[in-house]
């Protein structure tokens, strides 16, 4: 019975119907490969001549350029795996009514996903951030590397990559936007003039914005900002550009201790006290 089912299959048939599938199948994966080369090459050549045309800032193309790129992905894979369907012979709208059944279904359990596309658009609607920002959300601290429909990357100062769902972006904290601030504070002894101190500080900080073109306003000598258990602490703050405030406050730092080290400011430092006893003492007599 078994050898009369095989032997009344047409293999010659057979093996040409699975070569024309095959066939096929091969013809749309290239094309899909094909389109998805082009289709990338133009979406980058679009948003290239947008910044060179100066319409639109580099974070703001790149973050675009992310998000278009999603969208073509999503639609492309969607348009390959209905094209793979109706070479197998299925009803493509039959298939897409049943799925929409289903998808209405599990709907209920994708709450989240259309949560964080939703969040996703007004976050790139409303500008709240960019590729290549420095932000704050919740416990992660970073730098913007993408964002996407459903995630939006951070690369943590460490050099950790957080994948943070955007409904989880409930409040953020944007540090790129505008001017920032440097802030150093430099511990003097109780023995030095506090004016002379002060003058001299003030001089260096001059001459540091002069050469410092990371430096917007400032460097300016606020006063005496606190009072430590063997030192006085005067705060100096300035404006930098957009990210350069830690470099700002490290270069800072080194020119006014040379300063305080030219003018023989003393600059207070732990001190111990250390009583010998003597070994051999003398007996009362």
């Not at 490969?33 to 050549?45: P, Q």
């Not at 350029?65 to 992905?73: A, K, P």
């Not at 359990?109 to 960019?130: M, P």
């Amino acid at each position: 019975m078994v050898l009369n089912f095989f032997e009344s299959i047409d293999w010659a048939d057979l093996a040409l119907k699975s070569g024309e599938v095959l066939a096929k199948l091969i013809g749309i994966y290239i094309a899909y490969i094909i389109v998805k080369s082009i289709g990338n090459k133009i979406i980058h050549k679009m948003f290239e001549g947008l910044e060179n045309r100066k319409e639109i800032s580099t974070t703001r193309a790149k973050t675009l350029q992310t998000l278009v790129l999603n969208f073509f992905h999503y639609a492309l894979f969607f348009i390959f795996i209905v094209t793979v369907f109706q070479v197998f012979g299925y009803n493509v709208t039959a298939l897409l009514a049943g799925a929409g059944v289903v998808g209405l279904a599990i709907g209920f359990g994708a709450q989240g996903l259309v949560s964080d596309v939703v969040t996703g658009f007004f976050l790139l609607l409303e500008k709240q951030l960019d590729v290549g920002d420095y932000v704050t959300t919740g416990n992660y601290s970073g730098i913007v590397e993408a964002v996407g429909l459903r995630t939006t990357q951070i690369r943590g100062f460490d050099g950790t990559l957080h994948y943070v769902p955007n409904r989880q972006i409930v409040g953020l904290s944007n540090h790129s936007r505008g001017n920032m601030q440097a802030l150093v504070d430099i511990s003097i002894s109780y023995n030095e003039d506090l004016n002379r101190v002060m003058s001299i500080l003030q001089e260096a900080c001059d001459q540091f914005a002069k050469e410092t073109e990371e430096v917007v306003e400032g460097p300016d000598v606020l006063g005496v900002q606190n009072f430590g258990s063997s030192d006085v602490i005067i705060r100096i703050i300035a404006k930098t550009k957009n990210m350069e405030q830690w470099a700002v406050e490290r270069k800072l730092r080194k020119w006014l201790k040379e300063v305080l080290d030219e003018n023989g400011i003393e600059i207070p430092f732990p001190h111990q006290v250390m009583i010998h006893k003597n070994e051999h003492q003398k007996e009362r007599g």
